[in-house]
C-alpha cells in the first residue's frame, strides 16, 4: 500500500534544525527529570511486597488504613485503587517476616473487619533480589545497545553504527523522562517495554539506513542531505503504515488493557512516536555531522565491484582450464 507518491521527494532535511531543536528540548526535559524527580522503582526492583485485594462493594480506604496501621510491618504501607473503587493494592517494602510465611493470609486476618474480600495476588521481592534484578536490567538495555553499535557497524559503517546508538540512546531517555513524568513504576514489565522500544526503533533506522546504503549508489545526487530526502521519501508510506499500525494495538491497549498493562502501554507509545521521529530527524542527519564522504563511499564501493569481478574473471579462467 503506497501513501506517498514514491516520485515525490519531501524536504526532510531542510527542517531538521526546526526538528532538533524540539528534540534537545524532550532531551534535556527528560534528564532534568531523572536528576529531580528521579525514578520511581516498583517492588521488582526495589524489594518489598505487593498485595491485590477485590471486595464486593467499594473499598472502604479508611477502614483499611486503620486495620493496618495496628501492625509494626504494614503501619506505613500504601493503599491505593487498583483499576476501581472495589479493588486495591498494598504496597510496604522491607522485612515481611513478622508477618510470617503466608503473607496473603496474615493481611486477611488484620482485615477481616473492614468488609468481604478475596486477595487475587500477593507478589514478594527481597531487597537483595530487587537490587540484582535492577543491575541486571541496567546490563540488559547495555549490552543491548553494544550489540546494535556493532552489529550496524558490521553491516554498514561505523559513522551509521553511532548515528544509530546516539538515536537509540536518545529513544531510551525520552521513554525514561516519560516515566518519572507520569510517575510509572519501574517494574520488570516496564523494562520489557524499554527494551521492546529499542528493537522496534532499530528496525526502522536499519529500513532507512539500507535504503540510503542504495540511493548512494543509484542517486544521481551526490549531496548527502538530498540522498537522506530520497531515502526518507522512498520508505515513508512504509514507516507510516508501521508506526500507525502498531500504535493503534498499543492504543488500544492502554485504553481497554487494564491498569495491570498501563505503564507498559504508555512507555510503548511514547517509544513508537519517539523512535520514528528519531529515524527521520537524529539518525539520519548525524551522518551528516559526521562528514559521511559520498564519493569516497562510492570510490570504496567501486573497488569492492572491481575486486569482484576480478575474483570471478579468475576464477572462470580456472574452472576453464585457461591459466
Known amino acids: 500500500m503506497q501513501i506517498f507518491s514514491k516520485a515525490h521527494v519531501y524536504d526532510f532535511m531542510g527542517k531538521r534544525h526546526i526538528a532538533l531543536a524540539v528534540a534537545a528540548i524532550l532531551f534535556f526535559g527528560s534528564i532534568f527529570l531523572l536528576f529531580t524527580k528521579g525514578l520511581n522503582y516498583g517492588i521488582d526492583f526495589s524489594g518489598g511486597t505487593l498485595i491485590q485485594i477485590k471486595y464486593d462493594k467499594k473499598a472502604p480506604l479508611d477502614k483499611i488504613r486503620e486495620a493496618l496501621y495496628k501492625d509494626e510491618t504494614l503501619k506505613n504501607a500504601s ?39 478475596e486477595v487475587r495476588r500477593v507478589d514478594v521481592v527481597g531487597p537483595k533480589v530487587g537490587s540484582e534484578l535492577r543491575q541486571k536490567g541496567m546490563m540488559a538495555i547495555a549490552m543491548s545497545l553494544l550489540g546494535i553499535l556493532l552489529y550496524v557497524a558490521f553491516r554498514f559503517e561505523w559513522r551509521f553504527a553511532m548515528a544509530a546508538i546516539f538515536a537509540e540512546a536518545y529513544d531510551v531517555v525520552i521513554a525514561l523522562g516519560a516515566i518519572c513524568l507520569f510517575r510509572i513504576d519501574v517494574n520488570l514489565d516496564i523494562l520489557a517495554a524499554v527494551l521492546t522500544i529499542i528493537g522496534y526503533s532499530l528496525n526502522d533506522k536499519i529500513i532507512i539506513f539500507d535504503r540510503i546504503r542504495e540511493s548512494i549508489n543509484t542517486s544521481k545526487n551526490s549531496a548527502l542531505d538530498m540522498i537522506i530526502n530520497e531515502s526518507v521519501s522512498a520508505t515513508l508510506s512504509r514507516t507510516i503504515l508501521t508506526s500507525v499500525t502498531t500504535l493503534m494495538v498499543v492504543l488500544t491497549l492502554f485504553l481497554y488493557g487494564g491498569d495491570m498493562i498501563h505503564g507498559f502501554s504508555l512507555v510503548l507509545l511514547v517509544g513508537i512516536v519517539g523512535g520514528t521521529l528519531s529515524s527521520i530527524y537524529i539518525a539520519s542527519p548525524m551522518l551528516l555531522w559526521f562528514k559521511f564522504s559520498v564519493e569516497k ?22 574452472e576453464k582450464g585457461v591459466v
Open 79 to 117: 493503599v491505593t485503587e487498583f483499576g476501581s473503587e472495589e479493588e486495591i493494592t498494598i504496597r510496604f517494602s522491607g522485612s515481611s517476616s513478622n508477618l510470617g510465611s503466608d503473607i496473603g493470609s496474615s493481611v486477611s486476618q488484620l482485615l477481616k473487619d473492614t468488609g468481604s474480600f
Open 297 to 318: 563511499y562510492r570510490a570504496k564501493e567501486a573497488e569492492k565491484m572491481k575486486a569482484k569481478k576480478e575474483r570471478e574473471r579468475h576464477r572462470a579462467m580456472f
